[in-house]
């Protein structure tokens, strides 16, 4: 099993950056494709991002792409998410989990990071 911990979330105005971490322990870390989620008051939780299990393949939701990027350090058992150019759309609960089997599917989820966003 490998265990996840978000963090970095935060109350920010429109137009400022947060980064958020999620770090893992448990299995090898690169043993994992990562993946950010989000899930906003009263909706479902929807994909933020994902990378690949050596970091060389990014994939991204169209509503984020351009202004979030996803990367990873497997040195440090650590995923992150650098956020942009923050709109108030963007506030929600923010999960990373990890896929073990490169099938888009994730099996492990972090408890998740609040990150609000104000206009």
């Known amino acids: 099993q490998v265990q996840l911990v978000e963090s970095g979330g935060g109350l920010v105005q429109a137009g400022a950056s947060l980064r958020l971490s999620c770090a893992a322990s448990?299995?090898?870390?690169?043993?994992?494709?990562m993946g950010w989620f989000r899930q906003a008051p009263g909706k479902e939780r929807t994909f933020v991002a994902r990378?690949?299990?050596?970091?060389?393949?990014?994939v991204y939701a169209a509503s984020v792409k351009g202004r979030f990027t996803i990367s990873r350090d497997n040195a440090k058992n650590t995923v992150y998410l650098q956020m942009n150019s923050l709109k108030p759309e963007d506030t929600a609960v923010y999960y990373c989990?990890?896929?073990?089997?490169?099938?888009?599917?994730?099996?492990?989820w972090g408890q998740g990071t609040q990150v609000t966003v104000s206009s």
């Open positions: 990378i690949s299990r050596s970091g060389g393949t990014l």
């Open positions: 989990a990890a896929d073990e089997m490169g099938t888009n599917n994730y099996n492990y």
């Open positions: 448990g299995r090898p870390f690169n043993n994992y494709a």
